[in-house]
């Protein structure tokens, strides 16, 4: 896992691959974080887990729901991104355990970005774990180790693990944003998310000031 950043604000985002508003938070968060000390934990969310069918591009729902607010959303942030044709959608747990693989490797925020814009902007497979290794090698990651851990579930139990949690903070949807005690639902604007880490900050500093002890001062 990467290294906690000294005096750095701890913020988990849950979200799922396949969720287009993930994505489309991914500017935002960059814009609210920047030039503060942050460290990001992507956390997995699967909306629709196996055996529960996912979605299919060819039904009403998905075309409708993008039309009325993905697509509007997308052109505002001036983010391309385009509703899948892959059909069924996939399920994501196999990509979450990839990720869990990333993460242990100091490249988890880079593969979920990877994942993204596999799935919403080159309309790749991400059920796929041929897909997955070709992915995670072109973030560096060891092509052969990466597979076998997929190929062996390895980091199934840590995938678990992480849904657990997901499941303790409640979470129903998703982009959802923990920060200190924020909690942000959906696409983040950006002032309110960096106001949130400013607030942690802040009590962060409260929390643990300078102080006398049993040991002297």
């Known amino acids: 896992?990467?290294?906690?950043?000294?005096?750095?604000?701890?913020?988990?985002?849950?979200?799922?691959?396949?969720?287009?508003?993930?994505?489309?938070?991914?500017?935002?968060?960059?814009?609210?974080?920047?030039?503060?000390?942050?460290?990001?934990?992507?956390?997995?969310?699967?909306?629709?887990?196996?055996?529960?069918?996912?979605?299919?591009?060819?039904?009403?729902?998905?075309?409708?729901?993008?039309?009325?607010?993905?697509?509007?959303?997308?052109?505002?942030?001036?983010?391309?991104?385009?509703?899948?044709?892959?059909?069924?959608?996939?399920?994501?747990?196999?990509?979450?355990?990839?990720?869990?693989?990333?993460?242990?490797?100091?490249?988890?925020?880079?593969?979920?970005h990877r994942m993204f814009k596999a799935f919403f902007q080159e309309d790749q497979d991400l059920g796929n774990p041929d897909v997955l290794e070709t992915l995670a090698t072109e973030i560096g990651l060891n092509a052969p180790a990466f597979r076998e851990a997929l190929d062996n579930r390895t980091y199934r139990t840590k995938h678990q693990e992480a849904l657990r949690e997901a499941e303790s903070h409640q979470i129903r949807s998703v982009p959802t944003i923990l920060v200190g005690s924020t909690r942000l639902e959906g696409v983040p604007d950006p002032t309110h998310l960096r106001q949130a880490i400013l607030n942690t900050q802040a009590e962060t500093a409260i929390t643990h000031g300078t102080a006398c002890s049993l040991d002297g001062c």
Request: charged share 20%.
């Open 1 to 112: 896992m990467t290294e906690p950043t000294l005096g750095a604000v701890k913020i988990k985002i849950f979200s799922d691959y396949v969720c287009p508003f993930c994505m489309l938070a991914e500017g935002p968060i960059e814009e609210a974080t920047k030039d503060l000390p942050v460290d990001i934990e992507w956390m997995p969310f699967e909306l629709r887990a196996h055996p529960h069918p996912t979605l299919r591009p060819e039904d009403d729902y998905l075309p409708a729901i993008w039309a009325r607010a993905v697509y509007p959303m997308a052109r505002q942030l001036g983010v391309d991104i385009t509703l899948p044709t892959v059909s069924p959608q996939p399920y994501t747990h196999l990509a979450f355990e990839g990720y869990q693989y990333a993460a242990a490797h100091n490249l988890g925020t880079e593969y979920t």
